[in-house]
Nanobody, 122 residues
Framework: QVQLVESGGGSVQDGGSLRLSCTASGYTYCSYDMSWYRQAPGKEREFVSTIAYRDGSTRYADSVKGRFSISRDENTVYLQMDSLTPEDTAIYYC?????????????????WGQGTQVTVSS
């Protein structure tokens, strides 16, 4: 059974920091990229950052470049968020993509976590 479990959300003041974690399970014999998305109230879900399984390369949305840092340790992905602003307030979702592998029995489009709330107050 595939599962993505996020943690680390919470409430911080403007300029503060948080570190999100997401642990994947159930991906036996599969490789996968891991990403973070977020959805603010009244807005569509948007891409935040991704880290590739193959070479560890990373990519960020322009809005978080220089402030957020993504990293990965096997089946856990982290999002270090610094210099937070109220505009970063959202539910943050973990996502797996490009699921693959010779003996992998899962679909390639991956899965979503349940989300973790991040609230930044001014």
């Amino acid at each position: 059974q595939v599962q993505l479990v996020e943690s680390g959300g919470g409430s911080v003041q403007d300029g503060g920091s948080l570190r999100l974690s997401c642990t994947a399970s159930g991906y036996t014999y599969c490789s996968y990229d891991m990403s973070w998305y977020r959805q603010a109230p009244g807005k569509e879900r948007e891409f935040v950052s991704t880290i590739a399984y193959r070479d560890g390369s990373t990519r960020y949305a322009d809005s978080v470049k220089g402030r957020f840092s993504i990293s990965r340790d096997e089946n856990t992905v982290y999002l270090q968020m610094d210099s937070l602003t109220p505009e970063d307030t959202a539910i943050y979702y973990c996502r797996t993509t490009n699921v693959a592998g010779l003996f992998c029995a899962l679909p390639s489009n991956g899965n979503w976590g349940q989300g973790t709330q991040v609230t930044v107050s001014s």
